[in-house]
C-alpha cells in the first residue's frame, strides 16, 4: 500500500504543489508589506468572485437544459447511435478553450449565423460556450447510469396505470438525481476555472478570477494581486471538488443492471428524431463554423464569390513558422501527448488502487486531491513553473519532460475518475477466492482485476492522450521553441492580425479536431454499452 501512495503523492508533490507553493512563496516575499484584504480590495476580488460564481452557475443551468434531450436519447437508442451521440458530444470537451470561443464569435458575431441574437460580448456568449464545451460531462455521467438502470420498476409502474411523465418522475428521476447534481458540480467546476472561452468572448468586459490572475499577472505584472486572486480560487475549487466527491460515490453505487434499449415507436421515435435534430444543431454547428472558417477566413463578400474562399490555411500547414511547421508541431504534440499517456496512467492506475484500498475519511480526501489539479488555475499552475524553472539549472529548465509533465497533471485525475469505478466493481470475493488458494498479489491483480477493468484501461489510455493533446492553459506557459504544441500555436496564430493568420489557426483547429474525433471512436468502441463517468 505504500508504494502504491508514494508515486501519486510523489507526483502532487513535484507537479503541482511545489509549483504553487513557490509562486505563493514569492508574491508574498514581493508584496512590500501588503496584507491579503488589501490586494483582495485592491483587485476587486469579492465581486470577480461573485460574477465567476454566477456566470458558473448559469452556464451549468445552461448545460443542463442542452444535455437533457441528449442524455434521453442516450439512454433509449441502439448501441451504435448511442456510440455515435457520445462521440459528437465528446469532441468539444476536449477541445482547446481557444478554439472553442473563436467557434462562438464566428457563430455569434457580425457576418456570423447566428449574428441576429445580438449575443456577441454578451454573458449568453459565455454560457453557450461553456455549455457546449461541458455537455459531454452531462451525458457521460447521468446518461450511463440511466442506460445502466433496470427498466422493470417504471414497467411496474406503467403496468399499474402510470402515464410515461409520471413513471418518469417517480420512479426514473428520483434514481437520476445524484448523477445529476455529481456532474452539474463538475460542470460547475469546470466553468468556474474556464480561461480561453471568458478571455475571447468576454471581450474585456466580462471577467471572472481566472481571467482577472491573468490581467494582473501578465497585463500588470502584479503577481501579488495575481495569486491573491488565485488563493481565492482555490478556496472555491476545494469547496467544489468536495461537493463533487461527496456525491460521486453515490454515484458509482447506482448503475448495476444494464438493459436492451426499449424499442423506438410512435411518439418516442418522434421524440427520437427531434432530440437527434436538436443534438446535431448544437453540437455539430460550431464546429461547422470552424470547417468554414478554415477555407473562408472573413465574413463579408458573398457565399458563390470565388474570391471569399481560399485553402492558405492549409497550404500554410507545411510552412515555416519561427523554424517549424504545423504539421512538425502536430508530430511533436503527438509524441508530447503519447509520454503524458503513459506518465498519467502511472500515476492514475497508481492512485485509484490506493483509493480503492482506503476507507472513510482517507477516500474523501484523496479523492478531493486527485481532482484539485482540475480546478486551480492554469495561469497560477503556469506561473508557478515559471518561477521554479527560473531558479533551476538551465539544462535542467529545458528538460523536454517538462511540457509531458504538465499535461500528464491535467488527464491523471481523468484517469483516476474512469479506472476507481471500474475497480470498485470487481467483486471483493473474487480477489479474497484467488488469494486463498496462494495466489500472490500481482497474480491476483493480473488474473482478477485486470481482464475486468481492461475496457476501463483503454477508454482511460485515450481520454489521457485527447486531454493531453488539447491542453492549452498550463502548457502554453512551459512550451519553448522546439516544444511548441499545437494548441499553443493556434493560440499564437489567433493573436497575429489578417485573415490568414485566421485561416491557419483554423486549419489547425480542424486537423486537432479530427485527431480527436478519431481517438473518441477507437474510445468509444472500448467503452462498451455498460459506460463510465466519462
Not at 73 to 92: E, K
Not at 145 to 160: G, H, I, K, N, S
Not at 391 to 401: K, Q
Amino acid at each position: 500500500m505504500g508504494a502504491i501512495v508514494v508515486v501519486p503523492l510523489l507526483f502532487l508533490g513535484v507537479f503541482f504543489v511545489w509549483p504553487v507553493g513557490a509562486l505563493i512563496r514569492r508574491a508574498f516575499d514581493v508584496s512590500d508589506g501588503a496584507g491579503l484584504g488589501a490586494l483582495l480590495a485592491r483587485t476587486d476580488a469579492w465581486g470577480l468572485l461573485g460574477f465567476t460564481l454566477a456566470q458558473a452557475a448559469g452556464s451549468t443551468v445552461v448545460a443542463l437544459i442542452v444535455a437533457a434531450p441528449i442524455v434521453w436519447l442516450v439512454a433509449v437508442a441502439a448501441p451504435r447511435w448511442s456510440t455515435a451521440l457520445m462521440v459528437l458530444v465528446t469532441v468539444p470537451f476536449v477541445l482547446p478553450t481557444v478554439v472553442v470561443g473563436m467557434a462562438f464569435r464566428a457563430l455569434l458575431g457580425r457576418g456570423g449565423p447566428l449574428a441576429g441574437l445580438g449575443w456577441d460580448g454578451s454573458v449568453w456568449s459565455i454560457l453557450a460556450a461553456h455549455a457546449f464545451l461541458n455537455v459531454a460531462v452531462i451525458v457521460r455521467v447521468v446518461g450511463s447510469v440511466w442506460r445502466t438502470m433496470d427498466p422493470r420498476a417504471e414497467q411496474a409502474a406503467r403496468t399499474l396505470g402510470a402515464s410515461g411523465w409520471r413513471a418518469f418522475r417517480t420512479v426514473v428521476l428520483p434514481r437520476l438525481a445524484v448523477p445529476v447534481l455529481a456532474s452539474s458540480a463538475l460542470v460547475f467546476l469546470f466553468c468556474a476555472s474556464s480561461f480561453g472561452v471568458v478571455l475571447i468572448l468576454g471581450n474585456g468586459r466580462w471577467q471572472t478570477l481566472e481571467t482577472a490572475i491573468y490581467t494582473q499577472a501578465i497585463g500588470y505584472f502584479d503577481i501579488p494581486a495575481a495569486v491573491a486572486l488565485s488563493m481565492v480560487q482555490i478556496v472555491l475549487v476545494v469547496i467544489v471538488v468536495g461537493a463533487a466527491r461527496v456525491l460521486t460515490p453515490r454515484t458509482e453505487a447506482i448503475a448495476a443492471r444494464a438493459a436492451a434499449p426499449t424499442p423506438l415507436t410512435g411518439l418516442r421515435a418522434m421524440s427520437a428524431a427531434a432530440a437527434t435534430v436538436w443534438s446535431v444543431i448544437l453540437l455539430v454547428g460550431p464546429l461547422a463554423v470552424v470547417a468554414l472558417r478554415s477555407v473562408r477566413p472573413t465574413s463579408g463578400g458573398s457565399l458563390t464569390d470565388p474570391d471569399s474562399w481560399t485553402l492558405s490555411g492549409y497550404r500554410s500547414l507545411t510552412e515555416s513558422v519561427n523554424g517549424e511547421t504545423p504539421l512538425q508541431t502536430l508530430q511533436y504534440s503527438a509524441v508530447s501527448a503519447l509520454w503524458a499517456t503513459v506518465l498519467a496512467m502511472v500515476v492514475g492506475l497508481l492512485g485509484a488502487l490506493a483509493l480503492q484500498r482506503s476507507r472513510g475519511t482517507v477516500a474523501t480526501v484523496g479523492a478531493g486531491l486527485a481532482l484539485l489539479p482540475l480546478g486551480v488555475s492554469a495561469v497560477t499552475v503556469g506561473f508557478g513553473y515559471l518561477v521554479v524553472l527560473a531558479s533551476l539549472p538551465a539544462e535542467v529548465a529545458a528538460w523536454p519532460g517538462v511540457v509531458p509533465a504538465v499535461q500528464a497533471l491535467i488527464a491523471a485525475p481523468i484517469v483516476i475518475r474512469i479506472i476507481a469505478p471500474a475497480l470498485a466493481a470487481v467483486p471483493s470475493s473474487l480477489r479474497h477466492a484467488a488469494a486463498s488458494l496462494g495466489a500472490s498479489p500481482w497474480r491476483v491483480w493480473r488474473t482478477v482485476d485486470l481482464p475486468l477493468i481492461w475496457r476501463s484501461l483503454g477508454v482511460a489510455t485515450a481520454f489521457a492522450f485527447i486531454i493531453a493533446l488539447g491542453e492549452f492553459g498550463a502548457t502554453g506557459f512551459v512550451a519553448r521553441p522546439g516544444t511548441t504544441t499545437l494548441p499553443v500555436l493556434i493560440g499564437s496564430a489567433l493573436n497575429r492580425p489578417g485573415a490568414d493568420s485566421l485561416a491557419t489557426a483554423m486549419a489547425c483547429s480542424m486537423l486537432l479536431i479530427a485527431a480527436t474525433a478519431v481517438i473518441v471512436v477507437i474510445m468509444e468502441s472500448l467503452r462498451g454499452v455498460e459506460g463510465s463517468e466519462f
